[in-house]
């Protein structure tokens, strides 16, 4: 708690207000730290929001799992490379954080910049509805109510996700692409794993994620 407070403080000067923090054993999958906000009094800036459990839209954070599938579909390498160019699908016309188009890439190029348009290319060519249905298997609990809602858009933050959420789909990278549902209890045994993806994409994909600072 003390940490998250003094990080708020340093980042007020950049609007950043309050912040949440899971941490995850990955060795065991017990979650050892929930901090929900910086300030539960701060009346403000939603100090008795918990934070960790609120529905927010996701940014970029699930680029790495749209990859890593890809790999698995045999559809991408990390060193394949694609277009980043302008694109237009039915009217929807994705565009990178700095508005740029870098032309020819590879596909660890694209996740190492999280670039936009490269990733919606790739939503496309594996089909959202896959991976819609990989975190409803992780209990993306909001994702599987607006399954029918969700396109393209989603790969770019597009859907409701939490933080617990995400904390336990990225502790399934560490554990050879296999998820099994954070322990939020003390002997808590009855949880099942489930393999994400393989272990070979997950080795290409902690590659390319250990090369970004």
Do not use: W
Request: net charge positive.
């Amino acid at each position: 708690e003390k940490i998250v407070e003094d990080y708020v403080r340093a980042q007020r000067l950049r609007n950043i207000k309050n912040a949440a923090v899971v941490i995850i054993d990955n060795k065991t999958q017990r979650v050892i730290s929930y901090v929900g906000s910086s300030n539960f009094s701060d009346t403000t800036d939603g100090g008795q929001v918990n934070g960790a459990n609120a529905v927010r839209q996701p940014g970029s954070t699930l680029k790495p799992l749209l990859y890593a599938m890809c790999f698995d579909e045999g559809f991408l390498t990390p060193k394949a490379v694609m277009t980043d160019v302008a694109v237009n699908y039915e009217g929807y016309a994705p565009e990178n954080y700095d508005k740029k188009f870098n032309g020819y890439i590879t596909t660890e190029y694209a996740l190492e910049h999280s670039l936009n348009i490269p990733a919606v290319k790739s939503l496309k060519l594996l089909g959202h509805d896959k991976l819609i249905q990989k975190l409803s298997l992780c209990n993306f609990k909001q994702i599987q109510k607006d399954q029918r809602k969700l396109g393209l858009s989603m790969i770019l933050g597009g859907c409701g996700t939490t933080l617990e959420e995400l904390t336990g789909l990225f502790a399934a990278f560490a554990n050879n692409g296999v998820y099994m549902a954070p322990s939020y209890l003390q002997g808590d045994t009855i949880r099942q794993k489930k393999v994400v993806i393989s272990p070979a994409a997950n080795y290409l994909l902690n590659e390319i994620l250990s090369k970004v600072n």
